[in-house]
């Protein structure tokens, strides 16, 4: 018997409807923009943690063990090397470790190097212990994952409206993130080994490729990245496991990887576009605060329209399947 041919009901997701959809379920649960607004005036406004007098002792060691191979420029070389390293150092804050990827809360500031603020210069805590930066770094970065997993599980629920949320959900969401990271984080490190190393000897060997292989990189990246994008977005939209979350969202984009490409693309663009209009006032002012709660509303939109995205997608698929099996059914 010929195959029956079914027409669908659900289009593909489509770029448009989705960032129309985000913006919309913002704005009518604009309590979504408290957590990136609190982290930037944290960020800004509160204290800073600095790992100065541990780590610039221990660079400018390895610095001066280098030098040998400058010659007569090694005196330069360290010179050079202390003052780059003490400007980075001052400007670092341990508290930007509650920014978390991939699941956490978007800031503006996590980048932005403030040295002053409306009220003064910031209170500054001098950490000098290996064990207690390490100890903090934890602490920070699963309080921000935690915070990142409620702000996901809210954002979510604001655009599909599921299952209302309750401590048992939001607990279980936050530990598949976690083990969502470290596979992630897992997978990145295993990866970034041999590549850096064929990297280093395409620069060595032809140095004349200029930047070819960091071109190659990029894309290579993205190639391998992209298929992960909605990794945690099965997570907060249809409660599935970490390693079940990857497998969507392998299937996901792989099914639609040239609009999803251009999703994410579009995506890019507006939020690292408008941040450069966010960051426009200095930091001493409060004009700053107008950026602060732009980048909350915008940056809140985008997590928003790529869960719409995920949804329609996921629908779209689903109804793909079906009518694949009602297909195979009529054929038989």
């Excluded at 010929?2 to 659900?10: A, E, L, M, Q, Y």
């Excluded at 329209?305 to 099996?325: D, H, P, T, V």
């Amino acid at each position: 018997m010929p195959n029956v041919i079914i027409d669908t009901k659900n289009d593909p997701p489509r770029l448009i409807p989705s960032l129309v959809e985000g913006f919309n379920a913002v704005a009518n649960n604009v309590y979504l923009i408290i957590f990136p607004i609190f982290l930037d005036v944290l960020f800004w406004l509160g204290p800073r943690l600095r790992v100065k007098k541990f780590f610039l002792p221990l660079l400018m060691e390895a610095a001066e063990l280098s030098s040998s191979a400058y010659g007569v420029e090694a005196a330069d070389f360290i010179e050079t090397t202390g003052e780059m390293w003490t400007l980075v150092l001052e400007q670092f804050n341990l508290l930007f470790s509650l920014r978390t990827f991939p699941i956490g809360i978007p800031s503006l500031l996590v980048s932005y190097l403030a040295e002053t603020n409306p009220i003064g210069k910031p209170i500054t805590f001098e950490i000098t212990s290996g064990n207690m930066i390490l100890l903090w770094l934890f602490v920070l970065a699963i309080f921000g994952l935690i915070l990142g997993s409620i702000y996901f599980a809210l954002t979510a629920h604001a655009v599909m409206g599921r299952p209302s949320l309750n401590f048992s959900l939001i607990a279980n969401q936050s530990a598949q993130a976690m083990i969502l990271s470290l596979i992630l984080l897992t997978a990145l490190s295993l990866l970034s080994i041999p590549i850096s190393c064929l990297f280093s000897s395409l620069i060595l060997i032809m140095p004349s490729l200029g930047m070819l292989p960091f071109i190659i990189l990029g894309i290579i990246l993205v190639w391998v990245l992209l298929p992960l994008a909605f990794s945690p977005h099965g997570i907060f939209a249809d409660e599935l496991k970490a390693t079940r979350s990857i497998v969507a969202s392998f299937r996901l984009v792989r099914s639609l990887m040239s609009g999803t490409g251009m999703f994410f693309i579009t995506l890019i663009i507006i939020s690292y576009g408008l941040d450069i209009l966010w960051t426009t006032p200095q930091s001493d002012s409060w004009l700053l605060l107008i950026g602060i709660f732009g980048h909350a509303f915008i940056s809140s939109g985008l997590l928003a329209a790529s869960f719409k995205y995920y949804e329609c997608g996921m629908r779209w698929q689903q109804e793909l399947r079906q009518i694949n099996q009602e297909n195979q059914s009529s054929a038989a």
